[in-house]
């Protein structure tokens, strides 16, 4: 993910015009739930990694963690496909609220 769009140009392009072309729904619906994927194994094994913090919270740092590796560049338009996954005033609370 760090290195896509320096070594996979065309392909970082494609991603942002799937979030950004409503045409391509089915599309950017399967790329939405590769991210709920990825944020369910993360949360899972920080879950249990972590027993002692609270669930929601480990969630919701997984989300943060989730969005901040597919970088800055492709947060706003990945924040329009799925509103719920990249809360980030919510999710920002929580990760302040974990320390």
Known sequence: KTTILEN???????????????????EAKI??????KETEVLSNAMI?????RSKNKIV????????????????????????DLFNVK???KILIESF
Request: net charge positive; with cysteine.
């Open 48 to 52: 249990s990694a972590y027993k002692k």
């Open 8 to 26: 996979y140009k065309l392909l970082y392009d494609l991603i942002l015009l799937l979030l950004r072309d409503n045409t391509f729904e089915k």
């Open 60 to 83: 919701q740092f997984a989300k943060l963690s989730v969005k901040s590796s597919w970088g800055n560049v492709c947060s706003y338009e990945l924040s329009k496909t799925n509103e």
């Open 31 to 36: 790329y939405s739930e590769m991210i709920s």
């Open 90 to 92: 919510e999710t920002a």
